[in-house]
């Protein structure tokens, strides 16, 4: 099995910034689309940016400009620096990752345990 290891979740106020790091905690054979979703108190989960291996990326609108997911495939590890935070920025993050194995012939989607983002106002 593999485990997504999250960090860098935090307090801050409003107008700071977070970067957050996910990264696979075993030997793997590839990694395909890698993301950060949210969770707000009484809402349901979004997406908030995706990256495939190619470095393509997908942001949802609310975060476009303020967001930066990146990648580092040899740490099998992705990012997301949050800027100019917001009071609607707070949430638990999750990252996602397909991930296969080297026994395996398919990508398996697997998740964070998440990490608490509080932005004050």
């Known amino acids: 099995q593999v485990q997504l290891v999250e960090s860098g979740g935090g307090l801050v106020q409003a107008g700071g910034s977070l970067r957050l790091s996910c990264a696979a905690s075993?030997?793997?054979?590839?990694?395909?689309?890698m993301g950060w979703y949210r969770q707000a108190t009484g809402k349901q989960r979004e997406l908030v940016a995706t990256?495939?291996?190619?470095?393509?990326?997908n942001y949802v609108d609310s975060v476009k400009g303020r967001f930066t997911i990146s990648r580092d495939n040899a740490k099998k590890t992705v990012y997301l620096q949050m800027n100019s935070l917001k009071p609607e920025d707070t949430a638990v993050y999750y990252c996602?990752?397909?991930?296969?194995?080297?026994?395996?012939?398919?990508?398996?989607?697997?998740w964070g345990q998440g990490t608490q983002v509080t932005v004050s106002s």
């Open positions: 996602n990752a397909e991930i296969r194995l080297e026994y395996e012939f398919q990508y398996r989607d697997y």
């Open positions: 075993r030997s793997i054979f590839s990694i395909n689309v």
């Open positions: 990256i495939t291996r190619f470095d393509i990326t």
